[in-house]
């Protein structure tokens, strides 16, 4: 299976010019485990099935990746796990806690070890960093190497910070992918200058990602696929599903959005016409 150790080791160099420099906050946590043990006694429930909901701008208590701050998201992995720290969360910039009421820049690095996996496992390893309404009192917005997301002020107040969030995502991965042997987070709020620099190595990952799914980009911006098989190609799934999302915004209906607007107050939508 094709890797991401230069991106990898591309991660390590920004790590260690940040710690030299010391000019933003660096925080770690050291949290291994199965993810039995990376979910006792986190600050907010995690819930295996995702379950959605909206929050509201005025029960926002920080704001992260803001398209006007800036974010990168991307998701690495390699056969020698050894290159991955495994339950190690960083921190570089302003935890939750520390960011009440502002918008911050946001990047959020996966790495992740495991010599088991096979190339039509990088579609679903990609998906599985998006959480998914998954943890309470977090919103998540994806677009391509992008990550723009909410954190409420009910879940600031149990204790949500960036360890959290992490132990929730390490949990995720290795539910739904047992094989893996190590899985390292690293999140970044420090300026928009690092989260650009960041945005420049997931940029070099997704081309390999597409190389790897057999897509390649137009001029015009669209992707058109050189798989002649469907029923052999790693995307089958991503394709059927943009198919049935598709039908879905055709008929026109929402259903079940939870509206969070405040700890004593919680509203459930039925369905609703876009």
Known sequence: MAHFDEQILAVRSFLKARSRAGS??????RCPGSAEELL??????FSAAP?????LKEETFVELGNPIQGSA???????????????VVTWIGPDIPEAAGQSLPFGQVILVGASRLEEKDLPRLERASDLSHRLEGYMIRHL???LWSRVSRDSAAKGFRFETLGRALMAHYKMQFPVLEAVEILFVTSSQADVEELETIAREAQGKSLSIRKLT???DGTYECEELN??????KSTCDTIRDVIVIRKKGKITGIQVIRGPAETQTAGSNEA
């Open 24 to 29: 933003a906050p660096l925080g770690t946590a």
């Open 40 to 45: 006792r006694g986190l600050a907010v429930p």
């Open 51 to 55: 379950r959605p909901f909206v929050i």
């Open 73 to 87: 998201s991307m998701v690495l992995w390699t056969p020698q796990a050894e290159l991955v720290h495994d339950g």
């Open 144 to 146: 391509p190497r992008k």
């Open 217 to 219: 980009r137009s001029q």
């Open 230 to 235: 469907c029923e052999t190609c790693p995307e």
